[in-house]
């Protein structure tokens, strides 16, 4: 199969077959000539951290050059772990997204330029704290930095700013056992303001518009989780999201 990188470059799995003994991994690969690991993620749920854990321990043992881990949807936890994986787990790593028109089956025409694995980035971000008049209860910022995509291929990593991406969100007290929750939301990489402001004929300051087009977040206060998330959506539709702990 091929996976798809932005830019509509591919890497492509050759000689994809079962690993003769494993405990952990799905599947084995050449890539450019050398020999890659392959796990899946479960199909009703996130790849967990352990998944990870395990499979890149077993690929590094077994002396592959790289890990690639597929899903629907990962943990974020286990996310920073497959982009950490080279300094971690001794192998690099990469996560693979597949599309939910994978569990429908024969449902869906299949054509040769469907994209149905896509390789991701990770979202890069700075939490700082706002400057806030003395007495006033601490607050914090959010500032979206870019995108950074690994190409297993070449082993480089391309970079996009924030202000490529076509929407961020952001949740300022996000609690990992219930769902995302969408507090501020922005959108860099658009035309659309302009064609906005003539239809809803009214004046707004410039700066209003300059902030829903911005990478940096309104101050807001601390929640009782200490911790922020930001999901990113690529040009390809893929979600991607970051979690971190406020300083």
């Given at each position: ?144 930095l870019g995108l950074d995509t ?72 601390a929640g009782e989780q200490k ?21």
């Amino acid at each position: 199969p091929d996976l798809r990188l932005p830019g509509n470059v591919s890497v492509r799995l050759e000689q994809v077959r079962r690993p003769a003994r494993t405990l952990s991994l799905s599947a084995e690969a050449m890539v450019a000539g050398k020999p890659v690991a392959v796990v899946f993620g479960p199909e009703n749920g996130a790849v967990s951290q352990k998944l990870v854990y395990n499979a890149g321990s077993e690929a590094r043992a077994k002396g592959y050059s790289h890990l690639f881990v597929f899903g629907f949807e990962i943990e974020p936890s286990a996310r920073t772990l497959v982009d950490q994986a080279e300094a971690a787990l001794g192998v690099p790593g990469t996560y693979v997204a597949a599309t939910p028109d994978l569990v429908l089956g024969d449902l869906l025409k299949t054509m040769r330029s469907s994209q149905v694995f896509s390789i991701t980035g990770l979202p890069e971000v700075k939490v700082e704290k706002a400057t806030t008049p003395k007495g006033d209860p601490q607050q914090f910022q959010v500032s979206l930095l870019g995108l950074d995509t690994f190409d297993p291929a070449t082993m480089e990593l391309d970079h996009k700013t924030g202000e490529m991406v076509p929407a961020w969100f952001l949740d300022t007290d996000y609690d990992p056992t219930r769902c995302f929750r969408v507090c501020q939301a922005f959108f860099p990489k658009t035309g659309a303001w302009d064609n906005l402001k003539r239809e809803l004929r009214a004046e707004y300051d410039d700066s209003l518009w300059d902030h829903l087009a911005g990478t940096t977040s309104a101050p807001f206060e601390a929640g009782e989780q200490k911790q922020i998330a930001v999901k990113v959506i690529d040009e390809r539709g893929n979600e991607l999201l970051v979690v971190k702990a406020l300083p």
